[in-house]
């Protein structure tokens, strides 16, 4: 059986795996160091002393970060990026960065140039590209010393045409440049297309670093075998193409523990509640994948529209802080401080993991540290957990038919058994390291979201699946286990002749030769 180790790295905790077909033969759970890449390090050291060299032969790594996304919410390690926009003489009148917070604006904000081009819905040009307006753009952004570009261009998902020219023009004009094309990102919609953009662009440096720390850490622990980064959608890509696509590994802490859940429990379908230490993540299973987010999704205050899951977090995990006068639970959190602090460990702060372990809960640490804490405070904090946990998941059902729900993270004996709308609990072993799991288990992924025009409904979806198909495999995946994972039309009136917009998405298992 072909053995793969997998990583999560938590707001408190760093959870490391080695899985061996179906089975997990190994698990270990450090605390999440301020570098992130000193917790992975530890994990692997206390994986390969636990599996000895079981773990040091495996055919892969999967690494799941929440590194990328906490540097935009912390406002840390970002780069500066030019912005240049393809659309003159429409959408001139909110310039990029318009609606980002000014205090994250100011740290990115490596100029903006507004060049005349881009496409109508329908493939033709609005105007001719200003190329020596693009040139100049260019000219400037290498004077100016900003080595990251994001390029965005109208309706560029259907048409990449116009972007990918631009691209051309700016790296003659920058050769050190590193561009982000939109179109390789989001979907229609300007200002979060673009968002999305400058978002990546600004994360290459940190991308960079944080790869190569990866790496690092492998070689030190003598593990040779590939590295690969978990994505938003609960699949991974090689730590290559990560470099250059940072913001999809944004919300791949929770997908993870959703596609870790579905491979403990052998559920497709479910809501999944994940309790960590710093919030819990709830979201959908459907077919063995988290259910995608449709609307507008904020990161760090930023309006984007990309590959997301649909998932709503609230503050409560193992490293909530709770008070008793006044009465509080959260949102705030020790985080990957919970052993020194938390009262259980010796520390003074009390925690839910300080409640969960007076209440019979959880065992760890020294119960008799939170023995004099009052019945009727343990009572109060537990039924306020449960209330904000069941709201929750009330919030992600789509409809009133009862659904099973699958409790997993370090903190799911916080999980009430009986839910309102939920038809059982279900516990399920491993349950503190399926993000872990998540990570291990992870396949490779391809997407197309095209518009086709002069086809039929069954000949659009077939070349929307061949273009997705063929992205995966050229991603790593082996052509004979690449299967349709998500697939859906949409026919456009208003566009002459038929047209469909089409959007398949598929996996596969990573092929032996890529691994």
């Not at 960065?97 to 604006?105: A, E, F, R």
């Not at 008793?324 to 702060?349: I, K, M, N, Y």
């Not at 009330?394 to 709308?421: C, F, H, S």
């Amino acid at each position: 059986m072909r053995q793969r180790i997998g990583i999560d790295v938590g707001g408190t905790n760093t959870d490391a795996v080695l899985v061996d077909g179906d089975r997990v033969v190994g698990a270990v759970k450090t605390p999440t160091t301020a570098d992130v890449t000193g917790g992975v390090r530890q994990s692997l050291a206390d994986l390969v002393a636990q599996c000895g060299d079981r773990a040091r032969n495996v055919v892969s790594v999967m690494i799941g970060t929440t590194h990328f996304v906490n540097a935009v919410v912390q406002r840390r390690g970002l780069n500066r990026v030019a912005a240049v926009r393809v659309t003159l003489p429409a959408s001139a009148s909110l310039r990029p960065l318009v609606d980002w917070p000014q205090d994250l604006s100011r740290l990115v904000d490596g100029g903006i140039h507004m060049v005349a081009g881009g496409h109508e819905y329908d493939g033709r040009p609005v105007v001719p590209l200003d190329e020596a307006a693009l040139a100049e753009a260019g000219r400037a952004i290498r004077a100016a010393g900003v080595t990251s570009v994001g390029i965005t261009a109208s309706f560029s998902p259907l048409t990449s045409a116009c972007e990918e020219r631009a691209a051309e023009i700016i790296r003659d004009a920058c050769p050190d440049a590193r561009i982000t094309c939109s179109h390789t990102l989001g979907r229609i919609g300007l200002l979060e297309r673009e968002n999305a953009t400058l978002l990546n662009a600004a994360l290459l440096d940190l991308a960079d670093a944080t790869t190569d720390a990866f790496r690092r850490a492998l070689d030190e622990s003598g593990i040779a075998a590939p590295l690969y980064i978990t994505l938003n959608d609960g699949t991974v890509t090689s730590a290559e193409i990560a470099r250059r696509f940072p913001v999809y590994s944004f919300a791949s802490g929770p997908t993870n523990s959703m596609r870790g859940a579905a491979f403990l429990s052998g559920m497709d379908d479910a809501i999944v509640c994940d309790v960590g230490g710093t919030t819990t993540d709830v979201g959908c299973l459907v077919n063995g994948f988290p259910r995608e987010a449709n609307n507008v999704v904020q990161v760090g205050g930023v309006r984007t529209l990309f590959r997301m899951p649909d998932l709503v977090s609230i503050g409560i995990g193992g490293g909530t802080m709770v008070t008793g006068d006044p009465f509080t639970v959260g949102p705030e959190s020790v985080g990957f401080r919970l052993t020194e602090q938390a009262r259980v460990f010796g520390g003074g702060q009390l925690t839910l993991t300080d409640v969960a372990v007076a209440r019979g809960l959880m065992s760890v640490g020294d119960k008799s540290r939170v023995a004099d804490l009052p019945a009727d405070l343990l009572a109060r904090v537990i039924e306020t957990v449960h209330g904000r946990v069941a709201d929750t998941v009330d919030r992600m059902k789509t409809d009133a038919r009862a659904a099973p729900l699958i409790a997993v993270g370090g903190g799911a004996p916080l999980i009430p058994e009986n839910i309102p709308g939920i038809s059982h609990v279900h516990r399920v072993e491993n349950h503190a390291v399926a993000n872990a799991v998540g990570a291990a288990i992870a396949q490779i992924s391809g997407e197309a979201d095209q518009v086709f025009q002069d086809m039929t409904r069954d000949e659009a979806l077939a070349a929307a699946r061949e273009l997705a198909e063929e992205k995966a495999i050229s991603a790593g995946a082996a052509r004979d286990t690449v299967k349709t994972v998500e697939m859906e039309d949409l026919p456009i009136a208003y566009l002459p002749g038929h047209a469909i917009r089409a959007r398949v998405r598929v996996v596969g298992d990573i092929a032996p030769a890529a691994s």
